[in-house]
Nanobody, 119 residues
Framework: QVQLVESGGGLVQPGGSLRLSCAASGSRFSINAMGWYRQAPGKQRELVAAVLSGGLTKYADSVKGRFTISRDNAKNTVSLQMNSLKPEDTAVYYC?????????????WGQGTQVTVSS
């Protein structure tokens, strides 16, 4: 069982910035990828950004150029720097850790942190 502890989140004005952080612990195996998902009311959870252990990153089109994901593989931490925030970024953000063990994928999730962008 992998535990993910998130920090950050809160209320910010449009155009503002916020940084989310997540620390993974308890994994007996290497974490293949970590990322951030978000879910707005009435919407499906969507990938915001992810980074593989090798450093490859992926971003949702809606956040490209505004968000930056970073990962420290040794510490099993991942952060999401969010700049130029928009009201449509309002959602619950979840940290994700993806682990593959003997070809079996496992996904672990943080409890979620609320991000609200409003004036």
């Amino acid at each position: 069982q992998v535990q993910l502890v998130e920090s950050g989140g809160g209320l910010v004005q449009p155009g503002g910035s916020l940084r989310l952080s997540c620390a993974a612990s308890g994994s007996r195996f290497s974490i293949n990828a970590m990322g951030w998902y978000r879910q707005a009311p009435g919407k499906q959870r969507e990938l915001v950004a992810a980074v593989l252990s090798g450093g490859l990153t992926k971003y949702a089109d809606s956040v490209k150029g505004r968000f930056t994901i970073s990962r420290d593989n040794a510490k099993n931490t991942v952060s999401l720097q969010m700049n130029s925030l928009k009201p449509e970024d309002t959602a619950v953000y979840y940290c994700n850790a993806h682990v593959v063990v003997l070809f079996t994928p496992h996904d672990y999730w943080g409890q979620g942190t609320q991000v609200t962008v409003s004036s």
